[in-house]
């Protein structure tokens, strides 16, 4: 298939390389045209690690010419560059042609079909709790990449189109997929968000001094137990909704290959395994400045829609926001644009079922 990529980052490049291996046909588009600029000059993509590959990738010379030669669309880049991505898709989308969000963050999903609705454009698109692989660029045509998940849960807006939408993720990456009841299932899925708050702020000066350390192993006791925190607020959430989610346990223990036991035990399994990671080593991370205000954000509304507040994530936003001297919050530019806090709960239950 013709799968085109919204999206030139470490995600976008582990896809593309996993779809060339898998005898598919992966199309990347660069927003800003800068990072695939040594691939639209004929370089091949080289990928190592989880997936070990070497092999050429079309480029895009602009988001009309990556929609118009697709079967299907894929956006996979950090949520602070959805909403430009999406206005720049939609009115090229056509109907019937299915979009895949990696990974689905902040309602992103009911923006989109807004703007499709405004043209009268049907389609099915396809939402992902997480991301298929995890990894870093390490060069203009090079990602490593640290792993491959087992399992990703799936949804689809509108939920009538689940069966067309998992078939489709089936047959361009395989037997890992799991059905989620609709959209707000997969809002409350995406554990980045509450793992990398608790990663983030108890490691916030390694962060910010620029220092090369391991991710995993520094999720020691204290930061398992806040992440594991933030998770009890999320499916006390998630239940008020009557949606079944996995536990953050469950979370690493399928997505790292690791036997469960407590978040900070899993952790310094894959720091023994050779598989702890790095973290980052800028403040300006989207570990802060994508999940706090396009994941940390919309669980906090839906606490309060749902009677079950969130003080941890809440408590959160405001120390990120205090330590960057700015309200975080603003920057999230799709939220304004669905009105989600003036919702009754049952009007925004249907619309994560229908969309618009």
């Keep these: 298939m013709r799968v085109s990529i919204l999206g030139a980052g470490a995600i976008a490049y582990g896809l593309a390389a996993y779809l060339a291996e898998a005898g598919h046909d992966p199309m990347l588009w660069s927003p800003s045209g800068e990072r695939t600029k040594a ?18 990738v079309r480029i895009a010379k602009n988001c ?36 895949i969000i990696s990974s689905h963050s902040s309602f992103g999903a ?29 060069g203009p045509t090079e990602v490593h990449v640290t792993s491959i998940r087992q399992k990703l849960d799936v949804a689809t807006l509108p939920f009538d189109s689940m ?44 962060m910010e001094k620029g220092e090369q350390w391991s991710q995993a192993g520094n999720v020691t006791p204290a930061v398992g137990r806040l992440i594991e925190a933030l998770d009890a607020e999320r499916l006390a959430i998630a239940a008020h909704f009557g949606i079944a989610v996995r536990t953050v346990e469950e979370h690493f223990s399928l997505s790292f290959h690791v036997p469960m036991g407590t978040v900070s035990e899993m952790n310094q399994e894959m720091e023994r395994q050779g598989r702890g990671g790095l973290g980052p080593t800028t403040i300006e991370s989207r570990y802060i400045l994508e999940d706090v205000p396009f994941g940390l954000l919309p669980t906090v ?41 003036a919702m009754a709960k049952a009007d925004f239950e249907n619309l994560c079922h229908e969309g618009f």
């Excluded at 299907?72 to 898709?89: C, E, S, T, Y």
């Excluded at 499709?116 to 396809?126: D, F």
């Design 163 to 206: 069966d067309q939408g998992f078939d489709l993720c089936m047959t361009l990456f395989g037997d890992r997929f799991v059905k989620r009841d609709g959209l707000l299932a997969i809002a409350l899925s995406n554990l980045n968000p509450q793992n990398h708050l608790g990663i983030a702020l108890l490691n916030l000066t390694r």
């Design 110 to 138: 009911l923006y989109l079909s807004k703007q499709l609705s405004e043209r009268k454009v049907s389609l099915p698109i396809v939402v992902w709790g997480t991301t298929l692989v995890t990894g870093r660029q390490s």
């Design 301 to 341: 509304l839906l606490g309060k829609m749902s009677g079950n507040s969130a003080p941890l994530h809440e408590s959160g936003i405001s120390i990120f926001s205090a330590a960057f001297g700015r309200d975080l919050k603003a920057d999230n530019d799709i939220l304004p644009a669905l009105g989600i806090e």
């Design 64 to 99: 009309k010419e990556a929609i118009a030669s697709a079967d299907v669309v894929m956006i996979a880049l950090p949520a602070n560059g959805h909403k430009k991505v999406m206005d720049a898709a939609a009115p090229y989308l056509s109907e019937g042609t299915p979009v």
């Design 39 to 56: 691939l639209a000059a004929g370089e091949f993509l080289t990928a190592t690690g989880a997936i070990e590959a070497t092999v050429p």
